[in-house]
């Protein structure tokens, strides 16, 4: 069973760096697909941030290229998410995700999900 | 950027009852690259459709997607009491590569 677990510091200060880990287990990394993160602020829908492949080639969202670097260690299957210069609008659940393109591109798993809030 | 917009915002239905959920796309989206998602309030989304029709491993089969280009739709043949929360669906292509839509809420009446 793959698993995803996002880890990192709950509250952010605004102009803030906002970083958060994913851990994967129960598939390597290494094996292939893309991973991604996606947010969604309270009370609202759903937004790609990036996705990122096991030899380091990334994708970000065009709204957010600027401030975002997503890396991968295929060491120890983990994948990580940094986002500089944050504002209160970067408050959201972060979550990080499997994408497969053997199923049209959509995405099988999903971690539980962190709620980072940016706030002084 | 593909936008894709579900309607309605909030369909209101009982048990038992039929429903449909929309999703236009302002482009094409290639290759039926659309999937479906549920998602419970305080859970993350899990995948239902992909491929615009082919139901995901676990997905009970009074799910169904329908359509092609730009005109998409879920459909829940009979409410179950667990189906009464809010669905997304998400396209790949274009710029951002990644997009949702908005969410249809499914409530009861």
């Known amino acids: 069973q793959v698993h995803l677990q996002e880890s990192g510091p709950g509250l952010v200060t605004p102009s803030g760096t906002l970083s958060l880990t994913c851990a994967v287990s129960?598939?390597?990394?290494?094996?292939?697909?893309?991973w991604s993160w996606v947010r969604q602020p309270p009370g609202k829908g759903l937004e790609w941030i990036g996705e990122?492949?096991?030899?380091?080639?990334?994708n970000y969202n065009p709204s957010l290229k600027s401030r975002v670097t997503i890396s991968v260690d295929t060491s120890t299957n983990h994948f990580s998410l940094t986002l500089f210069s944050v504002t209160a609008a970067d408050t959201a659940v972060y979550y990080c995700?499997?994408?497969?393109?053997?199923?049209?591109?959509?995405?099988?798993?999903w971690g539980l999900g962190t709620l980072v809030t940016v706030s002084s | 950027e593909i936008v894709l917009t579900q309607s309605p915002g909030t369909l209101s239905l009982s048990p038992g009852e039929r429903a449909t959920l929309s999703c236009r796309a302002s482009?094409?989206?290639?290759?039926?690259?659309l999937a479906w998602y549920q998602q419970k309030p305080g859970q993350a989304p899990r995948l239902l459709i992909y491929?615009?029709?082919t139901r995901a491993t676990g997905t009970p089969d009074r799910f169904s997607g329908s359509g092609s280009g730009t005109d998409f739709t879920l459909t829940i043949t009979r409410l179950e009491p667990e189906d009464f929360v809010v669905y997304y669906c998400?396209?790949?292509?274009?710029?951002?590569?990644?997009?949702f839509g908005q969410g249809t809420k499914v409530e009861i009446k």
């Open positions: 995700a499997r994408e497969r393109w053997d199923l049209q591109q959509s995405i099988d798993y």
């Open positions: 129960g598939f390597s990394i290494s094996s292939g697909y893309w």
């Open positions: 990122i492949f096991r030899g380091g080639a990334a």
């Open positions: 482009q094409s989206v290639s290759s039926s690259q």
């Open positions: 491929g615009a029709s």
């Open positions: 998400q396209q790949y292509g274009g710029s951002p590569l990644w997009t």
